[in-house]
């Protein structure tokens, strides 16, 4: 994956944290919960928004994990990465 997918799915996680959060520095090694604030709706929301983004139906897609593991931003990149590569990899098999 390239550097613009990180940014873009960073750009998604900023988008959904609560105002008073707004001031930490989004690292790898952030919490989403603790220190973003990001409840169980906000985690949610940002899937939806991950689908929407990258026009993905995760309904679709083993994704090895569930929201319950994605407890930092280097959680939620790492996710999303694998997400997007088990998606290129079917596509390629398609061909």
Excluded: C, Y
Aim: charged share 25%.
């Amino acid at each position: 994956m390239d550097d613009t997918v990180d940014q873009k799915m960073l750009a998604l996680i900023a988008e959904g944290v609560p105002a008073r959060f707004r001031k930490v520095t989004l690292r790898p090694e952030t919490r989403l919960q603790n220190e973003l604030g990001l409840d169980s709706i906000a985690m949610l929301t940002l899937m939806f928004r991950f689908e929407k983004a990258f026009g993905v139906d995760l309904t679709t897609i083993d994704m090895g994990a569930n929201l319950a593991q994605m407890r930092t931003v280097g959680d939620a990149l790492a996710m999303g990465r694998a997400v997007l590569s088990r998606i290129d990899a079917g596509r390629t098999a398609e061909r």
